[in-house]
């Protein structure tokens, strides 16, 4: 039995190893791809083995499993991509000003009298301990995740993120506990070592990446659908001698496929008979057409401009669905 799941809470490679790991550990689980890019997961399984079990096996490591509604696709989820937007632009306005009061003094930017670290430092030390804390609030997930991956023996990238944005606002409140007990001359040292700006930058920053990759992710997403839909849904292939016209995705390895003018290739494979010239602009870009005789091969996704071509499906893999707003589903 194969299926296919959609995957949620992975943020690198590390994640998606780690539910690799967890499924393979299944009994009956014979094959396991997960993909970050798309966020999904392929699974071919056995009794005792059942989706159910794969899904608490994913669950167990950390991280969710489901599996799409009959009838529909794995649709690209664009919320997470709106909120991280959100956070990344309220995160900017409050790391900013932190940003500006921490370090303004020490490049010749002004700053108010009742927050200057010599004539104020309570004031200048609360208010920047104030702001760290405020994006560290409105980036939680980093802590929440990342911890969980530390108690799981699974760290991430997350977890890195926490221990050190954690590490400097640690550092930095004790700071601030140590210059009240301390007072005087004691608090206006103390307040030019607290890296609270050091905290929130670390997670603006990582945010502001985690917003740029999946911009690259859906980008490559787009790319991937817009190759599948150079593959045919149809082939015509020779069976006991006799030509039939069978569905793309029904495509065995060593099938023999007949193509003809105008017919695009469904597999790669080898060229066994014929000749022809192959438009291959829509994969390498050359501008004219290639001539194919037996022994050269082909790739899907290929245009026959001219002649008669009989080849040999050497990789064929399921075909590659296409929805409106969807995502592609991988090939095996």
Excluded at 39 to 48: G, K, R, T, W
Excluded at 228 to 234: E, F, G, N
């Amino acid at each position: 039995m194969k299926a296919e799941f959609r995957v949620t809470g992975m943020s690198c490679a590390s994640c998606a190893a780690h539910v690799e790991n967890a499924v393979r550990g299944v009994e009956g689980v014979s094959s396991v791809v997960v993909s970050l890019l798309t966020d999904s997961m392929q699974v071919e399984f056995d009794l005792p083995a059942t989706e159910e079990r794969i899904v608490s096996a994913v669950g167990r490591a950390g991280y969710g499993a489901s599996l799409p509604e009959p009838g529909k696709e794995l649709t690209f989820d664009d919320a997470p991509r709106r909120s991280g937007g959100r956070r990344l632009l309220i995160s900017a306005l409050f790391t900013l000003p932190l940003f500006w009061l921490a370090m303004g003094h020490m490049i010749g930017l002004p700053i108010p009298p009742f927050l200057s670290p010599h004539v104020h430092p309570y004031a200048f030390m609360a208010v920047q301990m104030a702001l760290a804390y405020a994006v560290a609030v409105i980036n939680s997930r980093f802590f929440t995740g990342g911890f969980l991956a530390l108690i799981r023996r699974a760290p991430n990238m997350d977890s890195l993120v926490m221990l050190g944005s954690g590490a400097s606002l640690l550092h930095g409140t004790v700071t601030f506990v140590l210059a009240l007990l301390g007072g005087g001359e004691k608090a206006v040292e103390l307040s030019m070592a607290l890296y609270f700006d050091a905290a929130a930058m670390i997670l603006t920053l990582v945010s502001l990446g985690k917003l740029l990759e999946g911009r690259a992710k859906r980008k490559t997403t787009a790319a991937i659908r817009a190759l599948t839909a150079l593959s045919p849904d149809t082939a015509t292939v020779l069976r006991d001698g006799n030509p039939i016209v069978i569905p793309t995705g029904e495509l065995a390895v060593g099938d023999v496929v007949i193509l003809r003018v105008g017919d695009r290739v469904p597999a790669d494979g080898t060229v066994i008979s014929g000749n022809g010239c192959c438009d291959e602009s829509s994969l390498t870009g050359e501008s004219r057409p290639i001539d194919k005789a037996p022994g050269d091969t082909l790739a899907t996704g290929c245009l026959l401009s001219d002649g008669y071509l009989e080849m040999r499906a050497d990789r064929v893999g399921r075909r590659l669905r296409r929805g409106s707003g969807g995502r592609c589903r991988g090939c095996r």
